[in-house]
């Protein structure tokens, strides 16, 4: 078997309980034989000791699950050795899902029943009805976000229906509230259809103070936020394109500094002009970048072009000023940014070599960016990555946690682009400048100064342009 090309790491690790004749070298044969795939070795614990053998568990990184299931093969046909059990480590995370309901207060008496529910219950009920906006006080919607998907653009693996989109949602949840201690539902809703989904939405938007959108495919997504946002007073986010717009804007911020360029100069090039590309390519033109050119599979979006659809004409419409035309691989030349939000290996060192000097590369396709580092730092100024294996890790948690902790600590009725610009500007922030290079152009997700800092920028932006209903 030949060792992974992917990097190993916890996404992809398994525990294996073995059982190994108690004779010397017996280890010695697991260990290599897990080295020769390309593995790497956590912890090896002995469970127990028997008669003439010894139980172990062994703790493996690997790259991708097919490489599991190789490896957990290959160690059952060694001499001395027997599988007795294989642990997914993921999938035992999952086990029962990542999320649970918790009450803030025991009900251990009657005094504390009847405070919690009836009969007490119905004073609150009742000053509600005469005051909706103590809502936000008196329940759980001041600090709850309903996390909404129909399950059709699953992270990279698409239409995937509601139920194998709910573990995403659950984590988006579990993310929400570690990071911003702003509770989180998963809501998966079984309808493509998108005046059901708004119709759905709405009627449940009493519950929460905000909605956040997540992995519904384009173009329905921005016609969902659309309406969302014009029938509702909650803010309505669709992280996919926002989130992934305001922590690259944070990243281009910083790498800017690095290579002292500053934003009207630039020539940036996007491939990939989805739902994500549509919002990085408006965020960085609000940042001052003049000259942007969007790509798709068929070469830069131009108005020349007779094949485009409503928004991708839209796109071309407000962007390209000097109409380049062509593949990626000519309109690279001389440009200054590179973002992918596509496929895998659309680019390589010679694209890399016909950049401006000092070029900047965000290659944010998951798992597999659209350059790998190795072959990409060489040549680039910059280098980052939508993932967590590599330096500059453009994550979408460094955004959404903090600018709802902002936007529902002011009772904001819209998440705009003035605060979404500030939670770039904060996430940038949190990097001094004497901390700043190449390889740490973005704080990491686990710096937890990140999203206080953004809700406080969202807060008084919010204020400022005249969104938010509580301004002290």
């Not at 599991?68 to 993921?90: F, I, P």
């Not at 007490?120 to 976000?145: E, M, Q």
């Not at 967590?388 to 955004?399: A, R």
């Not at 946690?401 to 979404?420: H, Q």
Request: aromatic share 4%; hydrophobic share 45%.
């Amino acid at each position: 078997m030949e060792p992974s090309t992917y990097v190993t790491g916890a996404s992809n690790s398994f525990t294996v309980r073995l059982r190994l004749t108690n004779r010397p070298g017996a280890l010695a044969r697991v260990t290599a034989a897990i080295g020769e795939t390309g593995a790497n070795i956590g912890a090896i614990d002995i469970v127990r000791v028997e008669r003439d053998t010894l139980v172990r568990d062994i703790t493996i990184y690997t790259g991708d699950a097919e490489q599991m299931d190789a490896l957990a093969a290959r160690l059952n046909r060694l001499d001395g050795v027997e599988v007795l059990h294989v642990s997914d480590r993921t999938f035992l995370l999952h086990l029962g899902g990542k999320i649970e309901v918790r009450s803030k207060t025991r009900i251990r008496t009657r005094d504390q029943l009847s405070m919690a529910y009836t009969p007490g219950v119905a004073r609150v009920c009742r000053a509600i009805h005469g005051d909706p906006d103590s809502v936000f006080n008196l329940t759980i919607k001041g600090n709850t976000v309903a996390v909404v998907t129909d399950g059709t653009a699953v992270l990279g693996l698409g239409d995937l229906g509601p139920e194998a989109a709910l573990p995403v949602m659950e984590g988006k949840a579990q993310l929400f509230k570690e990071f911003g201690g702003v509770n989180a539902f998963p809501i998966c809703l079984a309808t493509k259809d998108t005046d059901e989904i708004v119709e759905t939405v709405r009627r449940l938007a009493p519950t929460f103070g905000g909605i956040n959108l997540e992995d519904i495919a384009a173009p329905r997504c921005f016609e969902i936020e659309r309406r969302l946002k014009a029938e509702l007073d909650i803010p309505v986010f669709h992280d996919d394109q926002h989130g992934t717009a305001v922590v690259t804007t944070a990243a281009l911020i910083n790498a800017l500094k690095v290579v002292d360029k500053k934003p009207e100069a630039l020539k940036v090039v996007i491939m990939g002009v989805g739902a994500a590309g549509t919002a990085v390519a408006r965020m960085v033109m609000n940042l001052g970048v003049e000259n942007l050119i969007g790509f798709d599979s068929k070469g830069a979006l131009s108005t020349a072009r007779n094949d485009l659809n409503p928004e991708k004409l839209h796109f071309a419409r407000h962007t390209n000023p000097h109409d380049e035309r062509g593949p990626l691989k000519e309109v690279i030349r001389e440009a200054d940014v590179f973002i992918g939000l596509s496929v895998p290996g659309v680019i390589d060192e010679e694209d890399l070599q016909k950049m401006a000097p000092d070029p900047i590369v965000f290659a944010m396709a998951n798992p597999e960016p659209e350059i790998r580092p190795e072959r990409a730092w060489p040549h680039v100024a910059v280098m980052a990555t939508g993932r967590s294996d590599y330096p500059n890790q453009i994550n979408n948690v460094l955004c959404f946690p903090g600018i709802f902790k902002g936007a529902l600590e002011c009772r904001a009725t819209d998440i705009n682009e003035a605060m979404k610009l500030a939670a770039a500007q904060a996430i940038a922030a949190t990097i001094d400048a004497h901390e700043l290079t190449a390889d740490y152009v973005i704080p990491s997700v686990f710096d937890k100064r990140v999203a206080s800092a953004v809700a406080e920028a969202v807060k008084h932006a919010a204020v400022e342009s005249g969104v938010a209903r509580k301004t002290q």
